[in-house]
């Protein structure tokens, strides 16, 4: 099963939220490449839902660039493939 579910109605507020995530993660100055990456990989996936490939298309790459060895690595090379599909 997918990792994450979304309600389409709401992806906005998704959006909204990964921004200050990320932030808040980038501002720590830590070593948090795993959460940056799932919260990119989030970010493809919301606009993906909201068919907005190119951005999506963006974000998976970032995850990639990461070069972490974490499973959202793996995600975004299948979601650079094929869009992401909430079931």
């Given at each position: 099963?997918p990792?994450f579910f979304?309600?389409?109605a709401?992806?906005?507020i998704?959006t909204i939220v ?10 720590t ?5 795993t959460?940056?990456g799932?919260?990119f990989l989030l970010?493809?996936n919301i ?14 790459r970032?995850v990639?660039?990461?070069d972490?060895y ?9 979601y650079?493939?094929q ?5």
């Open positions: 099963p990792l979304f309600d389409t709401t992806t906005e998704y990964f921004v200050g995530s990320v932030s808040c993660v980038l501002e100055g830590a070593e948090l490449d959460l940056v799932y919260a970010r493809g606009y993906d839902l909201q068919n907005k490939r190119n951005l999506s298309l963006i974000n998976y970032e990639i660039k990461l972490n974490t499973f959202a690595i793996e995600l975004s090379r299948k650079l493939k869009p992401y599909i909430n079931n």
